[in-house]
């Protein structure tokens, strides 16, 4: 309990930012981080371009200097794409950063504020709890069963007990994380002067490390290089023994294994997993590592808190239970309260602002405590009395494996044990039940009246809390939660939220299961999961002491059924992650206490909450929600959905056209014909199709069934379910048409220079339509919206304008070797960019008509 002397202790925010000036930001020196020039200067760091480049230089001096020319214009060209491309990467990747940064209660201007840890200073008062991690070196000035987890520090495991009062045990270190109890806590030592900025790069930083996609791809990336690099020589050394000319047939190589090596992929899945993860932070969801978008997509259950999370955590008493009756508090006021409030108030963890007029704006804390003293009080003034008359002089903090909370008070030289907590934990410990003012013995008989008005509340979706105490001749018996007077029961609602019905809904129809895990009741909870459809029966619901009575494979038996587990303590969660998981599930689970994260470090996803989640869930987490609401982990799966298609969007897109590319050349020099492009049009295919139009593919919206299909299984292959067979037959067919343009073209006998246009106009122009038809795996070109992908529509124009002036601009002419083409020759170009497209979509049309 934080009362408003204490309150005035913090520092002004005048002093605090002269202090900050003086003294610098509480921070520890960052990494450094890779400049613009230096990433622009890594787009050369390939093999192939320096060949390239080399390769380019060497025949300009012996050669076509024009031509040479053109080749380093198209090379730069393409380095600064892949630049901005990495560059808009790097930047999103700081900005996660930025608002992954921790953040500390500390009191200014004689009020509670929730700063950047980097802008706290020397002298500053935090409020630290069990799961904070502390954000500077200093000493506690006040503390209540403190216990600090040094390990980070000190390597020792076991927690260390803090007493403010005890000289040589106050102190705490930046980095070392509270697990127990709560305190006041004064700045003496920031930034590089703290014991941690001595050993800084033990501080951990975002992971970066590199999806398990990324990595696959980057081993495809390898063998395809080598693919590539086989047949590109083929390709040249045929042309050579064929009689062509040398240096041609090497630049001609070289540059087709320049256009068809897929360099970029694995930096486009970077690309596309890091724009995924922005627009997951405007859905609300802050991702803390890279590979769990990959992961989110094969999500398969969806364990979740209840409170906060599938509720609104917005809590209100309905219902009393007191002096042997219900009382409903819409209806009718209570009777002879006084110990039962006193209970309720003086056993409760809110803090006050008492220099505040309304009430919402004088009380903080947790809603199931607010709710308590809003049952009471409706006046400040009135509050502010009533806490005056008493002075805690021990506590026992909550704890959700307890569920219960004690305080001793003193009460004008009196002292009395007040206890509050889960309701049939209490009765266990009450002897005695005061009724109208007066103790009676607590007999069997009236502990089963009690629990049955207990099962009753809670099937009303109510959550109940027991009040109990202990007279002063009492508090100092051995055990201090033992022969209490039980004084009566809260009932508070806690609504639902209206979004999580939808979510669950789409949980459902996306083979998602939604799973309820809450410390509270199983009646509270299972009402509350039958409103969400959740769940609908009973035998859905299993209760923590259920699950300690079973073997792990009987649980493995239990969880296919099971959808509300209830009354739990975290260490439940961690078997009921690996029982999910052991039955072959992609698990996501929530937690926001301490406790929680072991189980969140165990689930394949790890979900801390932003607002209710303690420091050290969240660095456990692989995913931040920063509304704590269900349904943005819903959204948050989609997105992960959306992005893992577009991943193979791209990756069919990208290789089908780079083996057509191969093709061509390569059938053409098996079937003897003459180069159907030149070096410089090699390129130029490369720029106008891989670059733009691939990248737009990555910003792809969700095709409207995506919630609508069953996950994914998480080993599977990106190439899984015919994606290979559709990269092989398509890259045929393209490489076969843009060659039959070219033969087409030889056989009404025009000159080399427009068969080349025609098989480059063919090459580019088949690619360009392949594109919209690599958005969606199930349907038909005719069937996709065009233009809900504008970035696509306006790449693809870039390239049509690109070619068309390399067509018909004359001085374009000349460095690419290309002709104006008539009427008829771009019909020829349009036949064969078009048909396979066109026999294709009727096919799936029919197919998805029938
Ligand atoms: P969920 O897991 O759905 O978020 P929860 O975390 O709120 O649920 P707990 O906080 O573990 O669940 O609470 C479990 C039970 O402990 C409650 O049903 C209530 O009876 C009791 N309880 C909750 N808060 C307090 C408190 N501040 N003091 C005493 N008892 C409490």
Redesign the pocket.
Known sequence: MIQEKELTAGLSTKEAEKRIEKFGFNELQHHKKASAFKIFLSQFNNFIVWVLIAATIISGIIGDRADAITILIIVVINSILGFIQEFKTEKSLEALKDLAAPTCKVLRDSSIQIINSIYLTIGDVVILEAGDRIPADGFFIESSGIVVDESLLTGESVGVNKDSKNKKANSGFMGTTVVKGKGLFKVDCIGMKTEMGKIADLIQNIEEEKSPLNKKLDSLGKILVVICLVICAIVTIMGIMRGNDITEMFLLGVSLAVAAIPEGLAAIVTVALALGVSRMLKRNALVRKLPAVETLGCTSVICS???????QNKMTVKEVYLNGRIYELDKEKLNDYTKFMKCLVY???CNYDFTKKKMSEALHG?P??TALINMFFKEVPVLESFQSNANRVFDIP????R???SVIVNEGGKETCYV????ERMIDKCEFILENNKIKPFTYQKKKQVSQFITAMSSRAL????AAYKEENLVKSEKLENNLIFLGITGSIDPPRKEAVDAVLKCKLAGIKPV??????QN??LAIAKYLNICSTEDQVMTGQQIEAVSDSELEKRVKKVRVFA???PSHKLRIVRAFKKTGNIVAMTG??VNDAPAIKESDIGIAMGISGTDVTKEASSMILMDDNFSTIVAAVEEGRIIYDNIRKFIRYLLSCNLGEVLTMFLATLFYLPNPLSPIQILLVNLATDGLPAIALGVDPAESDIMRQQPREKGESIFARGLVEKIIVRGTLIGLCTLLSFMVGRYYGMNLETCRTLALCTLVMSQLIHVFECRSERHSIFEIKLFTNPWLVGAVLISVILICSVLYVPFLQQVFHTVPLSVKQVLIVMFFSGIIAFINSVYLLIKSKY
């Open positions: 808190d209840k409170t906060g999370t599938l509720t056993c409760n963890d947790d199931t405590e909550f704890d959700s494996t569920k219960m909370m509050k907590g889960a309701p959550r109940c809390l027991a309820m895990i809450t410390g509270d009741h509270t909870a009354r739990v303590s926001d206490g």
